[in-house]
């Protein structure tokens, strides 16, 4: 059996000629197959009366044999092209509501598609195209400010005060929602002009990992966590939960399809040189800030355990960042 491959209508510059009664190739050969289905169904009814009355076993068994490898075989190709059509049906679905959306909603503006942004990345010398080293880092310093300003709303929304939630001693950064963006971008980067539930999905696996290892981590290096969800179900080992993973899911999809593209819009309209050189700039600066972090929490986890010291190194984080400085930095961190 041969497939027919029909042509089918383009974009042209007087505009989009449509069809709406028009099959796509794809349908035709379904259809095709469908039908040859139905003949072979009809074959197999006279084969059976075949296989029922032969008397030699051994041919019968190879023409069997036969058959049932070939069935097999195209089972295994059917099933291929149903998951590519229904890919392909995912992504074309996806990419006209993002664009639709982008181009009727006038009051409140809409993100821009991540295929707008995909087309705008083609320029070869783009100094942040795709996921890039730049466009990464990038999306960190970011997502590590936009991540405390959220949860800094959010508290104030459900508590009625400010509460910090910064990671960093210096500045309202928090590396936990830098790395956490980060994550999202990388996993989900391919399936940013797929649908939402697969972004869910990829978002509650990815962001679950990432805040078990923070968690992890933190009490590995510094003995304390800032974060316990022991008591709530469906839990592993505190440090993560069903409900805050679905939070995680819905994250996802917020990250890849609004937050990200206009990231990466803003991000276009920064120089090449410019960008680049901003880039480093911030990173050398972020990681002074990590530096001080990682020496202020190691010396306030040597207060806590009433450990003196009369060297100027430790003095200096002593005065610096005292207890009430720390507490109020780390609200919510408890000591082993």
Do not use: H
């Given at each position: 059996?041969?497939?027919?491959?029909?042509?089918?209508?383009?974009?042209?510059?007087?505009?989009?000629?449509?069809?709406?009664?028009?099959?796509?190739?794809?349908?035709?050969?379904?259809?095709?197959?469908l039908r040859s289905l139905d003949a072979a169904e009809d074959e197999?009814?006279?084969?059976?009366?075949?296989?029922?009355?032969?008397?030699?076993?051994?041919?019968?068994?190879?023409?069997?044999?036969?058959?049932?490898?070939?069935?097999?075989?195209?089972?295994?190709?059917?099933?291929?092209?149903?998951?590519?059509?229904?890919?392909?049906?995912?992504?074309?679905?996806?990419?006209?509501?993002?664009?639709?959306?982008?181009?009727?909603?006038?009051?409140?503006?809409?993100?821009?598609?991540?295929?707008?942004?995909?087309?705008?990345?083609?320029?070869?010398?783009?100094?942040?195209?795709?996921?890039?080293?730049?466009?990464?880092?990038?999306?960190?310093?970011?997502?590590?400010?936009?991540?405390?300003?959220?949860?800094?709303?959010?508290?104030?929304?459900?508590?009625?005060?400010?509460?910090?939630?910064?990671?960093?001693?210096?500045?309202?950064?928090?590396?936990?929602?830098?790395?956490?963006?980060?994550?999202?971008?990388?996993?989900?980067?391919?399936?940013?002009?797929?649908?939402?539930?697969?972004?869910f999905l990829g978002g509650m696996f990815v962001g679950s990992i990432v805040e078990y290892f923070c968690s992890w981590?933190?009490?590995?290096?510094?003995?304390?966590?800032?974060?316990?969800?022991?008591?709530?179900?469906?839990?592993?080992?505190?440090?993560?939960?069903?409900?805050?993973?679905?939070?995680?899911?819905?994250?996802?999809?917020?990250?890849?399809?609004?937050?990200?593209?206009?990231?990466?819009?803003?991000?276009?309209?920064?120089?090449?040189?410019?960008?680049?050189?901003?880039?480093?700039?911030?990173?050398?600066?972020?990681?002074?800030?990590?530096?001080?972090?990682?020496?202020?929490?190691?010396?306030?986890?040597?207060?806590?355990?009433?450990?003196?010291?009369?060297?100027?190194?430790?003095?200096?984080?002593?005065?610096?960042?005292?207890?009430?400085?720390?507490?109020?930095?780390?609200?919510?961190?408890?000591?082993?």
């Amino acid at each position: 059996m041969r497939f027919k491959r029909k042509k089918t209508n383009s974009l042209t510059e007087t505009g989009m000629e449509i069809s709406c009664s028009e099959k796509s190739a794809q349908e035709e050969n379904s259809i095709e197959l469908l039908r040859s289905l139905d003949a072979a169904e009809d074959e197999m009814q006279t084969f059976y009366d075949e296989m029922t009355m032969s008397d030699d076993l051994n041919k019968t068994e190879i023409i069997v044999q036969t058959k049932l490898a070939s069935f097999r075989r195209a089972s295994s190709n059917i099933l291929k092209a149903y998951q590519r059509i229904a890919i392909i049906n995912d992504e074309l679905s996806a990419r006209w509501n993002d664009l639709a959306k982008s181009k009727r909603r006038k009051i409140i503006p809409a993100p821009p598609p991540n295929a707008v942004i995909d087309l705008a990345e083609k320029n070869p010398d783009y100094f942040a195209r795709g996921i890039s080293p730049y466009k990464l880092l990038l999306v960190f310093y970011i997502g590590s400010f936009l991540g405390v300003a959220i949860e800094l709303l959010w508290c104030f929304l459900t508590r009625g005060y400010i509460e910090s939630r910064s990671g960093l001693v210096v500045g309202p950064l928090n590396p936990l929602y830098g790395f956490g963006a980060v994550a999202f971008t990388v996993a989900l980067y391919r399936f940013r002009n797929k649908g939402r539930w697969i972004s869910f999905l990829g978002g509650m696996f990815v962001g679950s990992i990432v805040e078990y290892f923070c968690s992890w981590g933190q009490e590995f290096v510094v003995g304390s966590r800032s974060w316990d969800y022991s008591d709530m179900p469906f839990n592993l080992n505190g440090r993560i939960c069903l409900l805050y993973s679905a939070f995680w899911g819905i994250l996802g999809v917020f990250l890849i399809k609004t937050v990200y593209p206009w990231l990466a819009k803003f991000i276009l309209k920064i120089p090449n040189r410019a960008g680049k050189w901003i880039t480093w700039i911030f990173g050398a600066i972020y990681a002074v800030d990590c530096i001080l972090t990682l020496f202020a929490l190691l010396r306030w986890s040597q207060r806590v355990n009433f450990v003196e010291t009369t060297n100027p190194f430790w003095q200096f984080f002593d005065s610096a960042f005292p207890n009430e400085r720390m507490e109020k930095i780390y609200a919510n961190m408890e000591f082993n």
